[in-house]
């Protein structure tokens, strides 16, 4: 019996050396340094999200007493 060669396909993606090796940061830890990176805009933002959530509540709750 002889055992097949599988066969290679050149245009196919070859995984680089240094990718196999470290895996790459999760969104959480992307998100995270972008948020420190950019400090006061994020907080800004986030304030903003949290006041227009807790606002629209507030009105539901009002509307369907």
């Known amino acids: 019996m002889s055992q097949e060669q599988p066969i290679l396909d050149?245009?196919?993606?070859?995984?680089s050396?240094?990718?196999s090796a470290e895996a790459p940061?999760?969104?959480v830890k992307?998100?995270?340094r972008n948020m420190v990176?950019?400090?006061g805009k994020s907080?800004?933002?986030f304030s903003l999200t949290v006041t227009a959530?807790?606002?629209l509540l507030v009105g539901l709750a009002y509307l369907t007493r």
């Open 37 to 39: 990176k950019k400090g």
């Open 25 to 27: 940061p999760s969104f």
């Open 17 to 19: 050396p240094t990718a």
């Open 10 to 15: 050149p245009a196919a993606p070859q995984p």
């Open 43 to 45: 907080l800004f933002h």
């Open 53 to 55: 959530l807790l606002s």
């Open 30 to 32: 992307l998100a995270m």
